[in-house]
C-alpha cells in the first residue's frame, strides 16, 4: 500500500517557476529513492532529477541543471521539485516515482526501475 500523488502542475510563461510536489501515503520514507521523470508528446519519457531520502543526495538531468531543485519533508513525507526559469521546451507531463531501499547510489537512478509510480500533473510552458 503505497501511493504517490503529484500536484502543482499548471500554465505558466517561459521564465516562471513552479513547485511540484510528491506526496507519499501507505508508508513513510527514510531511505527510499524519489525520482521526477516528464514526458512531453510525441517524445520518450526522460529522467528529470532525483533524490535519496536519507542523507537528500541529488541528481539532476543536463537539460535542467541550474534551474531545477529537488528536497523532500520527512514530516510531510514529501518530496518537492522546485523548477525556476521555465522553458517552453520543460512543458510535459511530471511523474514521480519511487523506489524501495538500497544499495544504489543517486547518480544511478535514472535508469532504475522503480516500485512505484504517481499519475502525473501537467505543465505547460508558454511563450
Known amino acids: 500500500q503505497v501511493q504517490l500523488v503529484e500536484s502543482g502542475g499548471g500554465l505558466v510563461q517561459a521564465g516562471g517557476s513552479l513547485r511540484l510536489s510528491c506526496a507519499a501515503s501507505?508508508?513513510?520514507?527514510?531511505?527510499?529513492?524519489v525520482g521526477w521523470f516528464r514526458q512531453a508528446p510525441g517524445k520518450e519519457r526522460e529522467f528529470v532529477a532525483a533524490?535519496?531520502?536519507?542523507?537528500?543526495?541529488?541528481y539532476f538531468a543536463d537539460s535542467v541543471k541550474g534551474r531545477f531543485t529537488i528536497s523532500r519533508d520527512s514530516a510531510k513525507n514529501t518530496v518537492y521539485l522546485q523548477m525556476n526559469s521555465l522553458k517552453p521546451e520543460d512543458t510535459a507531463v511530471y511523474y514521480c516515482?519511487?523506489?524501495?531501499?538500497?544499495?544504489?547510489?543517486?547518480?544511478?537512478?535514472?535508469?532504475?526501475?522503480?516500485?512505484?509510480w504517481g499519475q502525473g500533473t501537467q505543465v505547460t510552458v508558454s511563450s
Open positions: 516515482a519511487a523506489k524501495r531501499p538500497g544499495d544504489y547510489v543517486v547518480t544511478k537512478m535514472p535508469r532504475l526501475k522503480y516500485d512505484y
Open positions: 533524490i535519496r531520502w536519507s542523507g537528500g543526495s541529488t
Open positions: 501507505g508508508r513513510t520514507f527514510s531511505r527510499w529513492g
